[in-house]
């Protein structure tokens, strides 16, 4: 933190007349749900965080009661799927470059979704194998989607909304959490738990279309993007 060198100031308006809580929520929620490029954004994340949360919930279970691998084993796949996010965190940058923004996102989400595809086709001799697979897949395309993600709406977010556009979209990709763990155990328990495999990849693997039809999809770098978002910024700016 010390080698931060910008200061950050608080806008006379804000610090002259302090506005009432929900007033700020209800207008940060406001933004994000308004914006052209956020609001799809935010939907993919969400409908990915539910579904994968689904899988997730159950799949040590799967693994256990239906594939069968020991404790070492498990720990092991989930060793080498972590390779993912590492290898996602050093390629992300590169990778928006050659294919600009739009296309990094919507690539990350669909790869990232369908690999979940893998992990109700596991069995047998194929079981260790798919499931390392996937979450190789998952973890890259995931760390690929989040740093890109993230850059993009700090980077086209007015300073004053920044916490509030930071705080509602976490209420809606996190608050989906919790859901989709609850999902995962009632299907698992009335429907099967490689049944339950299939709706939580089925659902996933379709997160990616919120993106891939929306304005997202035109953004190569930042500046595409202020110019989409400039009216909207403008005004929740005259709001100040």
Do not use: C, K
């Not at 302090?18 to 914006?35: C, N, P, T």
């Not at 989930?78 to 940058?93: E, M, P, R, V």
């Amino acid at each position: 933190m010390t080698a931060i060198e910008r200061v950050e100031e608080l806008p006379t308006s804000l610090a002259s007349s302090r506005r009432r809580m929900w007033a700020e929520i209800a207008e940060g929620l406001g933004y994000v749900f308004r914006h052209p490029l956020m609001r799809p954004m935010m939907l993919w994340v969400a409908t990915s965080n539910f579904f994968t949360t689904t899988v997730f919930s159950i799949l040590l279970v799967f693994a256990v009661r239906v594939l069968h691998l020991s404790a070492a084993t498990i720990g092991l796949i989930f060793s080498l799927g972590s390779l993912g996010t590492l290898a996602g965190a050093l390629a992300a940058t590169r990778i928006a470059r050659r294919f600009g923004i739009g296309w990094t996102l919507i690539g990350s989400a669909a790869a990232g979704g369908f690999a979940f595809l893998l992990i109700p086709l596991a069995s047998g001799s194929l079981a260790i194998p798919l499931l390392v697979i996937a979450q190789l897949v998952f973890g890259f395309s995931a760390l690929v989607g989040n740093i890109t993600g993230i850059s993009l709406v700090q980077a086209i977010t007015p300073d004053r909304l920044l916490g509030r556009m930071n705080a509602s979209r976490r209420f809606v990709v996190w608050g989906v959490i919790p859901l989709g763990g609850l999902a995962g155990g009632a299907l698992g328990s009335h429907l099967g738990l490689r049944e339950t495999m299939w709706i939580g990849a089925a659902g996933s693997s379709f997160a990616f279309l919120w993106v891939l039809f929306s304005p997202t999809r035109h953004v190569v770098e930042i500046d595409d993007a202020e110019e989409m978002v400039r009216e909207i910024n403008a005004e929740f700016a005259l709001q100040a």
